[in-house]
């Protein structure tokens, strides 16, 4: 006999009452279905209100434990009216990974990363999709039309797709082909427009209203806000139902930190956590309206009128209302801002991935350039909690970042065939691909540091590097190695770095060896004067983020 079909019991209907809520006028009114704009005054973001002291009541928090793992596990918190409409791929639910790697390069102990890469469509759209999407089904929606940047049309078309619902996705030209590409196989009619972001969804909007489909107000929408509160709850419930002390994101129209900070709001109300995190934003330095406004201290921001940049992934030059929102609450809970250059962005691309296995798109790389520097400028502290918000795959624009140079090629045609080969013709055909090796010896007591440094050079290739763990063992390894560079760390129990550096210096066999020295201390005057006829190059740790560092080595070793 066959078994019954899997029905699962979990998807009952949700009997629950939900608010809309305008903050401008106070209009109020039962949720019926999504409103364009607030019926009273006009305003464009109206607000979801659930029953929270009802779910507090019912211990919300076990109740969830229960439930099989995705967004809609919160669905109460959700906007939609009755669970058959739930339109799912088992979004949600991502891993909060501890980056240990990146983590000790920046000197960060608690550096997480929210990997949002990892939902159906590669980015925390998903979250958004699924309940926009799932609205637009309960509400009998057959057509609509949606402007992007990419992500959102690649998981809105999805969704779409698994709801019947046929889409319309309107991009900027600027936004590469692979991904173009992603949103029509899913059978979404493509318009390709050709102009700034902006000026895309305008476009989108007169289209939409002279056919008559609906139009998805993106950030504007109420499925949208409420679909990011997810990643709040998620993350203080992998926290142990703690606030990280940072949200840090990329921000283009800004809905994703707005969505977190009223999740964590809720949570309060839940009296599951204490407080609401700091939010960090970053953006690309060609397309920064509200890096340049939050920095100078204005509640508004004015456009970038066209957009210099090619990660068009945070291309909103004109961030409106959202800015002054944005504003208001990291004026209210703490905040930082930073934006970073798309060349910074492509080398950090390469770092996380190659320091700790994260490969992302241009978009997330810039978020966490701008990161880097939020450490570096003392605005987030080594011991802070940090979630980092890392969203969307390299897939499909990873050949713009490796350049042409990214594959060695070992030619053995005219070596004979496998089989006949000598190991030593192997051997020099690879020796042909690098430089000469070199001997570079790292003195350095931490080890995670020393790992780093070491992964750095190899991965480069070319370099034969020893590790020292305290500067005695290193004078050690001096005389047995003769290394041609020695790269040490001047904070170390008993032998400094300076002692280290002293010795080295004095002696008539070692006093040529070019030193580099890596530091995460802020040096006295007195101490760079002293450092400074000794060695080659003083680099905060950190900074061997960029390509500074093996810049620095290649000249040493010249
Ligand atoms: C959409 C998106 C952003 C910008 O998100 P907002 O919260 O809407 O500003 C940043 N990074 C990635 C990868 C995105 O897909
Ligand atoms: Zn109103």
Redesign the pocket.
Known sequence: MLAAPYIDSEFAIIHQQIHLYCTNCGYHAPYEKPLPKCPVCGEDYLHAQYDLPALKQKHWAEIIQKRKPGLWRFRELLPLLNAENIVTLGEGGTPLIHMKNLGSMLGLKYLYFKDERQGPTN???DRQASVAISVMKEQGIREAVVAS????AIAYSAYAARAGIKLWAFLPSRVPNDKMREVAIYGTEVIKVTGTYDQTKEMAAKFAEHRGIFYDKG?KSIAAMES?KTMAFEIAEDLGWRTPDWFI?????????IGVVKGFEELIELGLVDKVPAIGIVQSSGCDPMIQAFNHGQPVAVPVENPNTVIA??S?GNPGRAYQILWELMQKYGGAAASATDQEAFNVTKIMAQTDGVSV?P??AV?FAGLIKMVRQGKIHPNDVVVF?C??HTFPVEKSILGDDWAKQVDLSDIGTARQLPETGIISALQNVGPKVKQVLIIEDNVDSARLLRRVLENRGGYNVHVAEDGLQGLHMVETIHPDLIITDLMMPQMDGFQVIDTIKSHEHYSHIPIIVVTAKELTVKEMARLNSQIDTILRKGSFLSEDLLQNIMEALK
């Open positions: 980015s925390f759209k940047t990419g992500n959102v950030i990011m994101q990329g921000v283009s129209g800004g809905m994703g930190p992934t945070l909103t798109e978009a997330t978020a918000n969203s969307g």
